[in-house]
């Protein structure tokens, strides 16, 4: 779908992607795939307009404010849905982070086709880490019954059967506990992904779609040996660790506060490498490009400059 908006092919380059396309297993599994025609570089802009629309998500039994980040026909607050169906991911902050502070991130989704809803809930000084993870399936939850729901902004925009999970710190921690009590969730991402009460790691250890975990060497409130590799090792197959060379906790969001540490890369860099490593294993995981494959699992994951990669395919 993207690489048609991307470029105009030709009839031998259309045959030979969809012979491609019929030799790739679009399983979310490391199975080696026939060579692609292109390649694709997700850590620049996708071919969307970005939109954007508050909300207010009233599913499961629960409520609360939320943004969403969205492809639309035009940019902008409230416009179109661009035609879909989209893919749909519930993406949880950190502690005590507004989800305005994830605003770089999830509009690159966006362009990428991606609609992504940021629950503005557990924002105190005492969350609750497991009614965070509530939050983050009832998002989804609220997405899928949008896409049936007949004036809906998002209806007919959906894809539910391509559900994910994402967050930064003790959101990317809820974003595992949320993942293990949801089967329609079809893979993971998480940013310094924290330990939580209940157990991030145990939950980890429990799923098994596929999970990324993203960490930074020099993160000194979140460490990747106390936090993301003890997630990494819980976790069957298939799953994956990038360890950012230099990045640091805060370098995942667009501004540092009270609190907040630093490394040795630049913000810019940091969030660079991190749209391109997730961004690929979503659309990737998702199946939506299966050309994708290298930059997940093969060389040009593992060879990748300034990140440490680990993985059980």
């Known amino acids: 779908m993207f690489r048609r908006l991307l470029r105009t092919v030709s009839v031998p380059a259309i045959l030979l992607t969809l012979a491609a396309a019929l030799a790739v297993p679009s399983a979310a599994t490391a199975a080696t795939p026939a060579p692609s025609t292109a390649v694709v570089d997700p850590s620049n802009p996708g071919p969307f307009a970005v939109a954007h629309t508050d909300v207010t998500v009233s599913a499961a039994g629960r409520s609360f404010a939320a943004r969403v980040w969205y492809p639309g026909t035009t940019a902008g607050a409230d416009a179109t849905v661009a035609a879909g169906p989209h893919p749909g991911l519930a993406f949880g902050h950190g502690f005590f982070q507004d989800v305005s502070k994830y605003e770089s991130l999830l509009t690159h989704y966006a362009s990428w086709g991606v609609i992504t809803v940021a629950p503005k809930s557990q924002g105190g000084l005492f969350p609750s880490h497991s009614g965070f993870a509530d939050d ?124 907040c540490d630093s490394g040795s890369v630049t913000r810019a860099v940091q969030q660079r490498l991190t749209r391109g490593i997730t961004t690929a294993y979503l659309l990737y995981t998702w199946g939506v490009d299966d050309s994708l494959y290298d930059q997940v699992w093969g060389s040009a994951a593992r060879n990748l400059a300034g990140v440490v990669y680990s993985a059980k395919p």
């Open 136 to 259: 983050l399936n009832a998002s989804l939850t609220w997405l899928t019954a949008q896409n049936s729901t007949g004036g809906s902004r998002f209806a007919g925009a959906v894809d539910t059967a391509r559900l994910g999970l994402s967050g930064h710190s003790m959101g990317g921690g809820a974003a595992l506990l949320a993942a293990a009590r949801n089967s329609a969730v079809k893979t993971v991402s998480t940013l310094a992904a924290a330990e939580t009460d209940p157990s991030a790691v145990t939950a980890s250890g429990l799923l098994s779609i596929p999970a990324q975990y993203v960490g930074g060497s020099a993160d000194s409130i979140a460490g990747v040996a106390g936090n993301q590799q003890k997630m990494y090792d819980a976790k069957p197959s298939p799953t994956q660790l990038r360890v950012i060379t230099g990045g640091f906790h805060c370098g995942f969001v667009d501004s540092s506060g009270i609190g």
